[in-house]
């Protein structure tokens, strides 16, 4: 069983851009804060994913770790670890390193800006991306405006269309708060919705088994200090 927790790996926050711009990040954006959610299928409750921004001068680090398990009966099912730093410079991401343990699987992907390209490897297989694509973390602005997206745990474009679906109502811990609805299409199928304030409320979509996994937002709490990521930066 596998399901798919490829990009919903940086639930974080989102802001408008014009079309076609050069993936800036602004000046001060987003505030040093973590962000945490709760993962549930069928209405249990299976994992956590938090995001981490820390700003030091131009220098803008995400910091994301995703952990997911499935049993039935106490009996293990399925498992999905996932971490991986961004380091952004003048609103230029510089490096992307990810490690992730998919039910067994190694995953590792560690991509370092060179001119125009995103060069590196996925495991042992070498890799080459346009230097402006944006990881599937949600958090940059001129994410809305994008037709493809990193794939954080296997280093590939994914090709996608985002739809603006309006503002819609929707239930946040124990209230209901207005949220802009988006639809992402294509290769990373999801809806989002946003808080007013730019950060995700919730977002879901199916696995590969045709169960709805749902992304709730749990806490905003002050970043964790310091950064580290066993895999090879």
């Not at 399901?3 to 940086?10: D, N, T």
């Not at 990040?25 to 981490?52: H, L, M, N």
């Not at 609103?91 to 991509?111: E, M, P, Q, W």
């Not at 949220?179 to 808080?195: C, F, M, N």
């Amino acid at each position: 069983m596998r399901f798919l927790v490829l990009c919903l790996l940086g639930l974080g926050l989102l802001r408008s851009a014009e079309a076609g711009a050069a993936v800036p990040v602004p000046v001060g954006f987003p505030q040093t804060s973590a962000v945490v959610y709760d993962v549930w299928r069928e209405g249990a409750q299976i994992g956590t994913y938090k995001v981490d921004f820390l700003r030091d001068g131009d220098r803008l680090t995400v910091h994301t770790r995703m952990s997911v398990d499935v049993s039935m009966l106490f009996i293990p099912l399925y498992h999905f670890d996932h971490e991986a730093v961004e380091d952004w410079i003048d609103g230029k991401l510089i490096h992307y390193a990810s490690k992730t343990d998919d039910n067994g699987t190694n995953r590792n992907v560690l991509l370092t800006r060179d001119g125009d390209t995103l060069r590196g490897r996925y495991n042992t297989e070498p890799v080459t991306l346009p230097a402006d694509i944006i990881p599937c973390s949600f958090w940059n602005p001129a994410t809305v405006d994008q037709t493809q997206l990193l794939d954080p745990t296997a280093g590939q474009a994914m090709a996608v269309t985002v739809f603006d679906r309006g503002l819609e109502r929707v239930k946040d811990g124990s209230q209901m708060v207005l949220a802009h609805h988006y639809s992402i299409t294509g290769d990373l199928p999801r809806e989002v919705w946003y808080g007013a304030d730019g950060i995700v409320v919730q977002a879901f979509y199916k696995a590969q088994d045709e169960s709805l996994l749902t992304f709730t937002l749990h806490s905003v709490v002050p970043a964790s200090p310091g950064i580290s990521l066993t895999a090879s930066r």
